[in-house]
């Protein structure tokens, strides 16, 4: 994996540590980060008003090998960052308030996905559920780790033998555990992350069908046998959790309403003993819901 030196981080916390001269070509860097990638070295010293040494003396003492390097690392952070280092809200109108803005970016994912992922493949993958002996579920992060447990939640009612992985070494264990009676499900919104690709290419080399939840321009989707779209354009606000989770979710519900339908006779009963056991013990609503 590479990894990508932090630069801003970097001189934050040496701010206090440095030179004079140094703090002088810190403030004019953070004042402008993609302005000072692309500077010369003598354009950064004459905005801070020091020499080209102190710049370069500057470079090493933040961890650059020299000033192309802090330039290299100056790019790749304002490149990645840019939103999150010159403040972009999150809008919270009067009229709105936070619930209508998180509802708003729900209903937009919803809407997307709905036209996004194919009916016919949702069929397909329940079809494939509803055959094999055993199902596995990937998922890594914030978002897809809560997602893979809740196709655990949504699936065993049915009689499916199912499970969900989110560390890496695990799923690779797992992986390598399974033939061709088995499926695994691989959620991701980037279908990036080269650890839980991996273990999707080792479940398929021993046969295991992968399906994947994901965008349809990643790597993910590529290797997957069949590939639910959901590709969900993030916002520019930062403190906003992304609606794409919710998308992703819509896609799980739909597999376990259509396995539903293929085991709907044994499904019935296994709904029924579930909601009798739960309505002993809390009583209630006949219409509270089946353990969520």
């Given at each position: 994996?590479?990894?990508?030196?932090?630069?801003?981080?970097?001189?934050?916390?040496?701010?206090?540590?440095?030179?004079?001269?140094?703090?002088?070509?810190?403030?004019?860097?953070?004042?402008?980060?993609?302005?000072?990638?692309?500077?010369?070295?003598?354009?950064?010293?004459?905005?801070?008003?020091?020499?080209?040494?102190?710049?370069?003396?500057?470079?090493?003492?933040?961890?650059?090998?020299?000033?192309?390097?802090?330039?290299?690392?100056?790019?790749?952070?304002?490149?990645?960052?840019?939103?999150?280092?010159?403040?972009?809200?999150?809008?919270?109108?009067?009229?709105?308030?936070?619930?209508?803005?998180?509802?708003?970016?729900?209903?937009?994912?919803?809407?997307?996905?709905?036209?996004?992922?194919?009916?016919?493949?949702?069929?397909?993958?329940?079809?494939?559920?509803?055959?094999?002996?055993?199902?596995?579920?990937?998922?890594?992060?914030?978002?897809?780790?809560?997602?893979?447990?809740?196709?655990?939640?949504?699936?065993?009612?049915?009689?499916?033998?199912?499970?969900?992985?989110?560390?890496?070494?695990?799923?690779?264990?797992?992986?390598?555990?399974?033939?061709?009676?088995?499926?695994?499900?691989?959620?991701?919104?980037?279908?990036?992350?080269?650890?839980?690709?991996?273990?999707?290419?080792?479940?398929?080399?021993?046969g295991a069908q992968v399906?994947?939840?994901?965008?349809?321009?990643?790597?993910?989707?590529?290797?997957?046998?069949?590939?639910?779209?959901?590709?969900?354009?993030?916002?520019?606000?930062?403190?906003?959790?992304?609606?794409?989770?919710?998308?992703?979710?819509?896609?799980?519900?739909?597999?376990?309403?259509?396995?539903?339908?293929?085991?709907?006779?044994?499904?019935?009963?296994?709904?029924?003993r579930i909601k009798y056991?739960?309505?002993?013990?809390?009583?209630?609503?006949?219409?509270?819901?089946?353990?969520?």
């Open positions: 994996m590479n990894y990508q030196f932090d630069i801003v981080s970097k001189i934050k916390s040496l701010e206090e540590e440095l030179k004079t001269s140094e703090k002088k070509v810190a403030q004019v860097i953070m004042s402008d980060l993609e302005w000072a990638g692309n500077a010369s070295i003598h354009e950064i010293a004459s905005a801070a008003g020091v020499s080209e040494a102190s710049v370069t003396r500057f470079s090493r003492s933040v961890g650059c090998k020299n000033v192309p390097d802090l330039k290299k690392s100056l790019v790749s952070s304002f490149a990645i960052g840019q939103r999150f280092l010159e403040g972009h809200m999150d809008p919270i109108t009067e009229e709105s308030g936070a619930i209508g803005q998180v509802v708003k970016g729900i209903i937009e994912a919803l809407n997307t996905v709905n036209t996004q992922t194919s009916q016919k493949k949702i069929e397909q993958v329940a079809q494939l559920i509803h055959s094999v002996d055993k199902v596995v579920v990937f998922g890594s992060g914030g978002g897809a780790t809560v997602i893979a447990d809740d196709a655990v939640n949504r699936m065993f009612r049915f009689g499916v033998n199912i499970s969900s992985y989110n560390d890496f070494l695990m799923q690779r264990m797992v992986a390598s555990s399974l033939d061709e009676k088995s499926l695994v499900l691989v959620i991701s919104t980037t279908g990036q992350i080269a650890e839980i690709n991996d273990c999707a290419q080792i479940a398929k080399q021993y399906v994947a939840i994901t965008r349809g321009d990643s790597p993910l989707a590529q290797l997957a046998n069949i590939h639910l779209q959901v590709h969900i354009a993030e916002e520019e606000g930062i403190y906003k959790a992304t609606a794409s989770r919710y998308a992703l979710l819509a896609v799980v519900d739909a597999i376990a309403l259509e396995l539903a339908i293929l085991r709907k006779d044994s499904a019935k009963e296994s709904l029924r056991n739960l309505d002993t013990v809390r009583g209630g609503d006949r219409r509270f819901p089946v353990g969520d």
